[in-house]
């Protein structure tokens, strides 16, 4: 095995990223995850560092509030050589509407401080690389300004001597069994090769070629670059960007940072190789216990959730207003990688969002755990434990990342470095 790449793996959840990066190691680079945290502030049980010590050995593993294990074990943390995270993102989530979307004043999104302070205070021993992952909604957070957060964030890492990539991803469109769209932001400090080249090349050619995520997620060669310059301290920027276009992000889907000088714009995928549909991944009807099949009873609910909506509905303060909503397909297509998987998937309640596929007998049912894992490309029942209900396994995977993307950027950090 070649080099070990040490990392730190940060909100960690059931260990999405330490699969991925794992299972990328080959005879030039060998992936180490030498520390871990995962802490749910929401919950007394912790439940996913249970499935994550359960998988991996509580070894190197912490389940403390990252801000206390830097305020008062900072040491604790290993020096490594790539830090990942998939920061908590329910500020920024299509979950909420974005007039409830706080970004980087909600509870939440200040972890990303967390991550900031941890390569501040490694100073010359703070990693070589990062790999960060969130909703792509960050691209245009808050409501009222959007684009802020996300400035805030890349010229907070600039600051610290990385170079910044960006690229929205969505994992159906490389063959990838499930339509989940998120930014993976990537960093390469000042002095790694890495950096040097993608100072030196041009922003179209690291973004469409040259970088690490074209090459692993292959675009089109023609793009238009945008360049903005983002100039201030922190509360200047959060003060005054986009105050003369406060309803537009400047930032598309793809586009690199150095020294401040943000360059961006708006790459198309191209994939020619096997896709993976979300009838691939069902497990036979046989083996799908009762409780996941819809009652004929209930189907009234699920098409009626499922279905258009153009009706007259009054709020609680007494106001009446019309909704009105477009179709849901019932039942999901089987021949095309699934919609995204949400948190709230799991329950034998009617829902808009939830799966719903019908079997060869011509029953209804919703997804069991197993192929909510393999959606994600997670081995199966990998959140299988005694007391996790079936439930909190759905919540998992709809926290989770598609494992197989994580891997090719792990091949091609393997490979470019």
Not at 131 to 160: H, T, W
Not at 185 to 209: C, M
Not at 360 to 373: F, K
Not at 381 to 395: E, M, P, Q, V, Y
Request: glycine share 10%.
């Amino acid at each position: 095995m070649g080099k070990s790449i040490k990392i730190v793996e940060l909100f960690a959840g059931v260990g999405g990223f330490r699969i991925g990066l794992e299972s990328a190691s080959d005879s030039k680079t060998s992936y180490k995850t030498v520390w871990a945290n995962q802490y749910e502030p929401a919950t007394t049980r912790q439940h996913a560092s249970e499935v994550y010590v359960a998988r991996f050995g509580d070894k190197n593993f912490s389940g403390r509030d990252i801000e206390k294990v830097i305020e008062n074990d900072f040491n604790g943390i290993p020096d490594h050589d790539l830090l990942v995270g998939g920061f908590p993102c329910q500020d920024y989530s299509v979950a909420s509407t974005l007039k409830n979307s706080h970004g980087l004043i909600g509870k939440k999104g200040v972890l990303f401080w967390s991550i900031y302070t941890i390569l501040s205070r490694k100073g010359k021993n703070a990693p070589d690389y990062l790999f960060l992952e969130n909703v792509d909604r960050l691209l245009k957070s808050p409501a009222k300004q959007r684009g802020k957060d996300f400035a805030v964030m890349i010229a907070a890492l600039s600051d610290l001597g990385y170079a910044i990539e960006w690229r929205v991803i969505n994992a159906a469109e490389y063959g990838f069994p499930q339509r989940r769209r998120r930014i993976f932001i990537i960093g390469y400090k000042k002095g790694t090769k890495l950096y040097d080249k993608a100072t030196k090349s041009s922003p179209n050619d690291w973004l469409t070629k040259d970088g690490i995520l074209a090459d692993a997620f292959t675009v089109k060669k023609e793009m238009h670059v945008n360049e903005i310059e983002i100039e201030g301290t922190f509360a200047e920027i959060t003060k005054n960007f986009s105050s003369d276009n406060p309803k537009l992000s400047p930032f598309y889907n793809a586009g690199l940072m150095i020294n401040r000088v943000a360059f961006t714009g708006r790459v198309e995928s191209v994939h020619k190789g096997k896709n993976i549909t979300l009838g691939q991944i069902l497990i036979d009807e046989k083996d799908v216990p009762e409780e996941f099949f819809i009652p004929k009873k209930k189907l009234e609910s699920w098409l009626y959730l499922k279905g258009a909506k153009k009706e007259e509905r009054k709020s609680l303060n007494g106001h009446i207003y019309n909704y009105s909503e477009g179709a849901m397909v019932f039942p999901d297509a089987l021949d095309k990688p699934s919609r995204t998987i949400i948190t709230g998937e799991g329950g034998g309640g009617a829902s808009r969002f939830k799966h719903v596929v019908k079997t060869p007998s011509g029953r209804y049912r919703r997804l069991v755990p197993l192929e909510l894992e393999r959606l994600n490309m997670f081995p199966d029942n990998h959140t299988k434990l005694d007391g996790i209900s079936d439930s909190k396994r759905a919540f998992f995977m709809g926290n989770a990342l598609v494992v197989g993307a994580i891997a090719r950027v792990g091949q091609s950090l393997s490979k470019k470095r």
